[in-house]
């Protein structure tokens, strides 16, 4: 025996003498279970499976896991049983199946493998289902719930009812009682159990529904027609809540977009062209703001509100001031000149950040969707972009309606000479108004820089957009811009499945000129004297 | 006679003065000067001075509607590739079997869709004379709708701006599509030759750009035959005092119609010249972007005076060679910049500088 090989020897007998985990080992009742297993002939192999699955062990799952996957192996040496992590090449890497200890590569001829033929598989499949459900872990259960459907078999008929029989969650008995009910149905032919099929919008209980109805059973396949009528209109219903979803959606980008024009176009009668280089200052801002606080989009994004907010606003009030001011009463004038605007900062993004589209970051509470039912489900960005919009346009009725800014404004609007005889100061009236509308463009730009690309382009896409939504709605009208938002928005969802996303829009412009033709104030005109602008 | 009316006229005998002394001397820098003379002008430069004058074209009809009706048109362009569209399905149908696949009665670009006929709308477009009537018709009539609705529901000012820029916006989107027939992106392009000539040689360019000299000549006298007529003083009531020119019994919104029809037209033929010239049409040119920047050529070079939009828009357009030859990202800059600076502080344009420079000498004389 060589020096070496003696001192490695002895370090190992101290190792285990001193490791507490070591001491622990020999009362593990999982050596126990695993060998069982790994020496049970193949009619006792169930046995085993179950006496590891109703061990409570917490380990159990990932043992019958790596069972089902051929990975289980012992050791020849030693009859340690190890779970094989890489079986790539001659040398194995593994670990110990107890501890989960990474015990490095070992060549393949050293280990032997506990077998699993089809059958087995099929009866652990059934089991590993059986044992999430019993996890604590909801989510888990939910999964195993969903995974379960379709693949029921006639062991896990028992095990699944025992299950129903006890006080579980809804969701998942629900889940559980579509799963037998599925296998009935295609296996037995049961009529009782196409009722709770008809219940079920997964396309899996769909399937059976429909191979069902094709069956040689003349009432099996009358009640399993009615019940896929019954579905496929519940299907129907969630489509049109999905379109209506999508289209709401698209309504709050189009009310962003224009609610901050629908204030310096609607109430001040400013027509600003450079509004969406505004709408893409914000986006810039938001990806800004994730280069200086990289490792947090969630936190950068919530401070981006009020960044690009005041960046748009800034870049208003100069706007304004540089421009606007001096071209008062000349709508058609004030129109070239921003639109002149708008081109120095579309050429000054391309130039100083890049003519590429920039990625913003979706933080993670941010992405993923809420899940209504199998056939609904509504993408979080979505939903939040709709919430803020409302919000901002709540705070913004909320601004016209109770502050005095809102106040002023409205009285520099109707008359001008009248306010400022009143001691209103017209001139900064006008600076703020016009930074309010610009910040709220700014507002809209953080938001949409989490639902399309942020180029330099961004604006451009969004102008005319707003200026019809903002004239559909009627001006001077802040309601109008909303509803017209809205209207819109969802006109274009319905309009897409049978036109075409391009035909859509195409249908939804023609319709707002015609619109216009008809009813020129738009859809709630301002009446009154300040009408007569 | 009212049509001649414009001839005895000094500003206009000026005008046309200077424009022929041009052409005439483009003509002869090209054709008479051997190539490499410092003085020649090279066939490239003449096709370049061609475009200019379709623009300046454009710019009159710009400048008729704005200028002397008040209605700031932002879809002017949508007219302008309407007449292009409509010369460019002439040339695309003269080009028959030359093209790539050589069927003899398809474009190219239907082949390559498998279109197996020709959709009713190409028809008749292989001969010249109803293509060229085409030219005239499809802007016309357009005009002809929209105006009459707008102008019948009195959408005026800024609202009518803005709808002209959506209706403008929707046909570029309806254009790009490749199921409407008219080459989807790429546009109508690859043409051969015009009336029998073949479009690559001199000639044929020397021909078409002194075409375009003469449109313009033909737009101009019009519209100044309008501007002076009784209608023209009716259309700059309308523009100065709408409600008091209806008052007053006029019908305001015939007139309206009437001129925006005739400056839709003026703006397709502008778009039919330039298309044989720069060799292609495509949806590009319905974009609101394009529309702006034609306002702001008449808007540099004086609103309501014809000729300061001819100024207006060969200055600009040459800037805009200058720039895009040597520095490309300065261009929106400087056109940024020259929207704000000739709006602000320069609201007559170079013809306004003109003026009050002619008028400050009769003062002091």
Not at chain 1, 481 to 502: F, H, K, M, S
């Amino acid at each position: 025996m060589s020096i070496t090989r003696l001192l490695t020897s002895l370090l190992f007998v101290i190792a285990m003498a001193f490791t507490p985990l070591a001491a622990a080992q020999q009362e593990d009742p999982g050596v126990a279970l695993l060998n069982d297993l790994a020496t049970a002939s193949p009619r006792e192999v169930e046995a085993a499976i179950k006496a590891i699955a109703n061990s409570g062990d917490e380990r159990a799952r990932s043992w019958l896991e790596a069972f089902g996957s051929n990975r289980l192996s012992i050791i020849k040496d030693s009859g340690k049983i190890v779970v094989v992590l890489n079986n790539r090449g001659r040398d194995w890497t593994i670990a110990d199946a107890l501890t989960s200890e990474n015990l490095g590569e070992i060549s393949r001829r050293k280990l032997d493998r506990i077998n699993i033929n089809n059958a087995m598989r099929r009866q652990l499949e059934g089991t590993l289902a059986m044992l999430d459900l019993y996890a604590d872990n909801p989510d888990l259960q939910a999964q195993a719930g969903k995974d379960l459907l379709g693949k029921v078999d006639e062991a896990l008929v028992e095990p699944l009812t025992e299950f129903l029989a006890q006080d579980r969650p809804r969701a998942v008995t629900n889940r559980v009682e579509q799963a037998l009910a599925i296998y009935r149905v295609e296996q037995l032919g049961d009529i009782e159990a196409v009722d709770v099929l008809a219940g079920s919008l997964h396309s899996r209980a769909r399937a059976a529904l429909n191979s069902a109805v094709t069956s040689d059973d003349p009432a099996l396949a009358g009640k399993a027609r009615i019940a896929l009528e019954s579905v496929e209109q519940k299907l129907k219903l969630n489509r049109a809540a999905e379109t209506l979803y999508f289209g709401l959606s698209l309504g709050s980008v189009l009310v962003l977009a224009a609610i901050g024009l629908a204030i310096t176009f609607g109430v001040m009668g400013v027509i600003n062209m450079a509004h969406g280089e505004l709408i893409m200052l914000g986006a810039y801002t938001t990806w800004g703001m994730q280069q200086l606080l990289p490792g947090q989009p969630g936190l950068a994004l919530i401070l981006s509100i009020p960044a690009g907010f005041l960046v748009a606003a800034l870049a208003g009030v100069a706007i304004e001031r540089s421009v606007i001011q001096f071209l008062k009463g000349r709508p058609l004038e004030t129109l070239l000149a921003t639109f002149g605007i708008s081109l120095i900062l579309q050429q000054l993004v391309r130039t100083v950040i890049s003519p590429l589209n920039r990625t913003v970051i979706t933080p993670e509470w941010m992405s993923g969707s809420l899940i209504i039912n199998d056939a609904l489900s509504l993408t979080l960005n979505r939903l939040y972009v709709l919430a803020f919009a409302l919000l901002v346009f709540a705070a913004l009725m909320l601004i016209m309606r109770k502050t005095r800014l809102g106040l002023e404004v409205r009285a520099v609007t109707q008359n001008r000479a009248m306010a400022r005889s009143m001691g209103i100061r017209a001139t900064r009236v006008d600076v703020m108004t016009f930074a309010l509308g610009s910040g709220v463009a700014g507002l809209a730009g953080v938001a949409l820089s989490q639902l399309t690309n942020v180029g330099p382009n961004l604006g451009q896409n969004y102008i005319i957009d707003s200026f019809m939504v903002v004239v559909f709605g009627g001006v001077g009208n802040l309601w109008g811009t909303l509803v017209a938002g809205l209207t819109l928005g969802t006109l274009n969802q319905l309009l897409e499945p049978w036109a075409g996303a391009v035909l859509a829009k195409i249908v939804v412009l023609v319709f707002i000129i015609l619109f216009i033709q008809k009813r020129p104030r738009g859809l709630f005109p301002q009446k009154g004297r300040a009408a007569e602008g | 006679m009212w049509l001649t009316r414009p001839f005895y006229e000094r500003s206009t005998q000026l005008f046309l003065g200077i424009l022929f002394a041009a052409l005439l001397v483009v003509t002869v820098l090209h054709v008479a000067l051997p190539e490499g003379h410092p003085l020649h002008v090279t066939s490239y430069t003449v096709t370049l001075f061609g475009k200019y004058l379709c623009y300046a074209l454009l710019a009159v009809a710009v400048d008729l509607v704005w200028g002397y009706l008040g209605i700031l048109s932002l879809g002017h362009g949508a007219f302008f590739a309407l007449g292009g569209y409509a010369m460019g399905m002439y040339l695309m149908r003269q080009i028959g079997d030359r093209g790539t696949y050589g069927d003899p009665i398809l474009p190219d670009f239907m082949v390559f869709l498998n279109w197996q006929e020709l959709p009713w709308y190409w028809l008749g477009f292989d001969m010249a004379w109803f293509a060229f009537i085409m030219v005239l018709l499809a802007p016309g009539l357009l005009a002809l709708v929209f105006g009459f609705l707008a102008f019948r529901s009195r959408v005026t000012g800024v609202y009518l701006s803005i709808i002209t820029q959506a209706l403008t916006f929707a046909l570029m989107l309806a254009f790009f599509r490749n199921e409407m027939g008219f080459g989807g992106n790429n546009g109508l392009t690859d043409f051969k030759d015009i009336l029998g000539f073949n479009l690559r040689t001199d000639a044929t360019r020397l021909g078409l750009f002194l075409a375009t000299g003469v449109a313009l000549a033909i737009g101009y006298v019009v519209c100044r035959a309008i501007v002076t007529s009784k209608l023209g003083r009716v259309s700059v009531a309308c523009r100065d005092a709408e409600a008091r020119t209806r008052f007053l019994g006029y019908r305001v919104e015939r007139v309206q119609l009437f001129v925006f029809v005739v400056s839709a037209m003026l703006a397709g033929v502008a778009g039919a010249l330039y298309v044989p010239q720069v060799g292609i049409i495509n949806p590009s040119e319905f974009s609101p972007i394009f529309s702006i920047e034609i306002v702001v050529w008449v808007a540099l070079g004086g609103r309501a005076t014809l000729y300061g939009a001819v100024i207006g828009a060969i200055l600009v357009n040459y800037a805009k060679t200058v720039f895009t030859g040597v520095m490309p990202d300065a261009w929106l800059f400087a056109l940024g910049a020259l929207f704000v600076l000739v709006t602000v502080f320069l609201p007559q344009g170079i013809a306004g500088l003109l003026k009050s420079r002619h008028t400050a000498k009769e003062a002091a004389a």
